[in-house]
């Protein structure tokens, strides 16, 4: 402990802060990724406000706790490996802060990313329209009754009721285009 004590008191004062905040905010970086791991970053369910307490806001969070965490920590440690390698203060400062700044651009761009990928998988049906596809079941001629189709929505094969206005019924395995959407779904298709 007496080794640390003489190595503290030889710090000068901006290295002696850069060494505070950078121990500092990477104990509450190694914290936050604990927590983030374990599922410690989650609202509880049963809260009433749950709903608006989980709110994600905008998408892009620049200004953020876990942001500010992150720059903080690469704030600290740039501005002591700056002065390490002999910069002036000013040039350490300037460093420290573009490496905090290009830090915080990072983690944000990757939460925002990870927000987007975020998908619901939720079949929209509208997005059919326009897409071919191959009758699985014939579909009868003018409305008599449904087919099947099978098309890819949303980058996946769906099977799905079909409808024709055609003269002719549509025989399985022929090609059709769909024209729209009947009844919210029902897909009315074509013969190509």
Do not use: C, H
């Amino acid at each position: 402990m007496e080794n640390f004590t003489e190595w503290w008191d030889g710090l000068s004062f901006s290295l002696a802060a850069y060494w505070t905040i950078a121990i500092v905010f990477s104990l509450f970086f190694i914290l936050q990724l604990v927590l983030s791991a374990f599922g410690g970053d989650g609202v509880p369910d049963d809260l009433p406000d749950s709903e608006i307490a989980a709110d994600t806001g905008i998408p892009f969070q620049f200004f953020s706790i876990k942001n500010f965490i992150g720059f903080f920590t690469i704030f600290g440690w740039a501005g002591i490996a700056a002065l390490d390698m002999g910069f002036s203060e000013m040039t350490a400062l300037a460093i420290a802060m573009a490496s905090g700044l290009v830090m915080m651009t990072v983690m944000a761009s990757l939460f925002y990313l990870l927000a987007k990928a975020n998908a619901d998988g939720t079949l929209q049906i509208r997005k059919a329209i326009g897409g071919v596809g191959e009758v699985y079941l014939t579909i009868p001629k003018q409305r008599n009754s449904i087919g099947k189709v099978q098309i890819n929505v949303q980058g996946s094969i769906r099977t799905l009721d079909a409808m024709t206005d055609d003269d002719q019924d549509i025989p399985t395995g022929k090609l059709i285009t769909v024209k729209e959407v009947v009844n919210s779904n029902i897909l009315l298709v074509s013969s190509r």
